[in-house]
């Protein structure tokens, strides 16, 4: 095998979802009947990432409750205040929340942000979503979800705003100087006057400038507006690929993306999911497998294939395959990437909708890989040194046991084979990724075009 | 002096702003420099106020950067965010912050709420604000704050959608039949539908019922619409006011009103602010009071009062009364009341503008009162006894040190006296102000208009 000559340790995300990836962890005995909404439950599972050195962890959301709430745990608290809860039973770890650009304020969601990233002492990270779906936009006063495009627009300019924010401080601002009776420097705090087509926002912030200036900017969605948008702002990207070929294929485009636009590619991250199912035989784990599988009420599943897929789920066989005709990608306004991946999973392994149910409700979309820890280490060694990933986000199919897992047995593997950290260096998320602390825009730039990011400084000052 | 016969015992809400209330008591020499952004200095203000057995902390907020940033510490942490550090180091005592009906979604709000009210144990409440002024406006795309009334009918529906999304599970909905493969019972959760004048929200929530039901209800505004406000839906009323007389009325309005609506006047607690100045003699707190007084840079507040009557600083003479012709209350959009009782406290005692900068510098428009603990303890039983207050906001000029003496030296005291508890009896913030868990409106008041508050329930179902 080919070593990538940039063999920098790799990066480790610890995606929590409730008490597992699987949609039937919850019937296992060992699972906590509340896990959503019981905060002891996401402490632990924080206190295990944070011993195994990992880079993050993350907390997916839409505002809305999913599907039907007899299938899996369906309360879940809001990220922001869930991570803030969890800065404080940790100390080192990265805390990464989801949080959407189509139904939040900017100046609203800056603040949170920046307020996190202060009482983390510097570890917080946002995941840009644009939301797709019809249900979240009806708890927003709206009939159907926005426009997949006019979303993404919406998202660019929230991004835009949000970072001129950040920036409204200069690092320098609090001078808190008692003599002369002035706290912060007015020339160094400054509005941003944005005026865009979607926002008019005067500021500045009512936040001086947090630990790491800008929380790490994390995207997830793939499709081609996703890459475009990954491309101009995300530092770190969370996707979900089935094969290592689609995932150098992927890696390269969104990389190949950001060089166009004048950024230095090394400056994303990017770390497909992988839902680790791990036993002391790879028998055995297949057979935890199974078993998970076997817990799904398949009428559940059935019906949220069908909403996702836009038929009818009359027109579903449990033991046959996908119909012939089911909407094109172009026809989809919402998760469009989510549903591609899922036709082409079933059509290219000619799963049955029971087949394709099963692995959809292990990791919805994402590659479940059921082994010994020295398998999984070994598949993460493998994709990671064939540059179809920069790490991984580890999606477990049962919390905590499946967290425990890879902590206790997969990390020391890739630890002995210097592939992962054995200790923390840095004290903030960006220092984990190796990602550098953002230029003020408004003050420190000379030329307010050649910033961090792809993001051009207009309107402002 | 005459009891009032209902001597339960009085309720102590300490309100957190900063390193004081007094503008300028971030330069004494005892003050940390960021104390609005620091959250080992909130923190330990959390845990003197939880020593003290207070009821609850509060949080004030804008989400706008207030005024000339030399003047105090004008970077804040945004309340959800700091509430929710703060619970993860007590255990007991109550957890209230502010937040904007204007300027919020209340789906994304009532979810914020509900999840603090999970992770600390049922200590959430939310004092409702429609946030005046047109610096805050700017943030959200207006060109000036909507117009008062409107703010108000504004809240008015929000409050109904939040408490109708708190509604949205049944108690009992988390079933989680490991068995049967059923999480939550469908039929125990619901959407809401709402179709209202600001509003279109379909639900459910996307979080389970919380410890408390709904967080503690707390409102601040003393206009028209305020108390009419404060009677309909409030549980707890932060209120400024000056004089013994004053405060009797306003607490007798406010309880008349709620129980023209059919509400339990007992079931609304109100609490004035008192500035308590602590000294081991009177002349001592006198001294210091004066002190932060002299502390004040003048230019910053003259300029900051000519903003808030809406007049020219130059028609300010520091040594001189207000001018005679300065707009009334009618004509003002934002924070009447505070307005009103600027102008009135000026034209009462015939105030200098240079003397009312220093009533206002320390507690803006609340009471300041310099004595010894003694004197303090006197004068909040006195109140009580008059029927003026259901209890105090204790506002201290500087923190810590002001709380840090109010919890050791005016509460025992108090204890002493029989008016305070010695030890917390309950867990949650509603038990600690002697309030009723809210029944669910949607799935267990047999008759929906005769819910817990004066809140009827329309539209759901």
């Known amino acids: 095998m080919t070593r990538r000559t940039d063999r920098t340790p790799l ?25 959503g909404t019981d905060l002891a439950h996401y ?27 007899g299938r899996r745990p369906g309360s879940k608290l809001e990220p922001t ?20 650009t189509s139904y939040n ?20 990270g946002w995941n840009i979503v644009t939301t797709a779906g019809a249900d979240a936009a009806r708890n927003f006063g709206l009939d159907d979800t ?25 690092d320098d601002a609090v001078l808190a100087d008692k003599e002369l009776g002035v706290h912060a420097r007015a020339e160094r705090v400054r509005p941003i006057d944005h005026r865009g087509t979607y926002f008019r926002v005067d500021g500045p912030l009512n936040v001086q400038r947090s630990p790491q200036g800008y929380p790490l900017l994390v995207q997830a969605g793939s499709s081609e507006d996703g890459k475009d948008f990954a491309a101009r702002y995300a530092e770190a990207v969370f996707t979900a690929q089935q094969t290592l070929e689609e995932a150098i294929a992927f890696s390269k485009d969104v990389k190949e993306r950001a060089a166009g636009l004048g950024r230095d590619p090394g400056g994303i991250k990017i770390l497909p999911g992988i839902v680790p199912v791990i036993g002391d035989t790879g028998a055995q784990a297949r057979e935890l497998d199974a078993e998970l599988d076997r817990l799904i009420r398949p009428e559940y599943a059935k019906r949220q294939l069908a909403r996702t897929l836009r038929i009818d789920p009359d027109a579903l066989d449990l033991d046959a395959e996908l119909p012939g005709e089911i909407p094109g990608e172009d026809e989809i306004e919402g998760a469009k990437s989510r549903y591609t991946l899922i036709v082409d999973l079933a059509r290219r392994e000619r799963l049955t909708v029971r087949q394709l149910i099963g692995r959809l409700g292990g990791g919805r979309g994402h590659r479940t890989f059921a082994g010994t820890a020295e398998q999984v280490a070994d598949t993460i060694e493998h994709w990671y040194d064939a540059g179809a990933a920069d790490g991984f986000n580890i999606m477990p199919a049962v919390l905590p046991s499946g967290l425990e897992l890879f902590v206790d047995r997969v990390v020391p593997i890739l630890q002995e084979r210097g592939l992962f950290r054995t200790e923390y260096t840095g004290t903030t998320l960006r220092e984990h990724y190796g990602l550098p602390r953002p230029a003020n825009r408004i003050f420190d730039v000379v030329d307010s075009r050649a910033g961090h990011l792809g993001i051009a400084l207009s309107g402002a000052r």
Chains 1, 2 share one sequence.
């Open 43 to 69: 402490a632990e599972l924080a206190r295990i990432a944070e011993r195994g050195k990992l880079d993050s962890l993350f907390l997916a959301d839409s505002p809305v409750l999913m599907g039907d709430p």
């Open 146 to 170: 926005p426009l997949h495009r006019d979303r993404y627009l919406r998202a660019a300019e929230f991004v835009e705003v949000a970072t001129k924010l950040w920036d409204s401080w200069a």
């Open 105 to 124: 304020e900017p100046y609203n969601l800056a603040r949170r942000f920046a307020s996190v990233d202060h009482v983390s002492g510097g570890r917080a």
């Open 81 to 100: 205040v869930l991570l803030t809860a969890l800065a404080a039973v940790t100390s080192r770890i990265g805390l990464i929340a989801t949080a959407s």
């Open 11 to 35: 990066h480790l995300n610890a995606f929590l979802m409730s008490v597992g990836h699987h949609e039937a962890a919850w019937r296992l005995p060992e699972s906590p009947a509340s896990g």
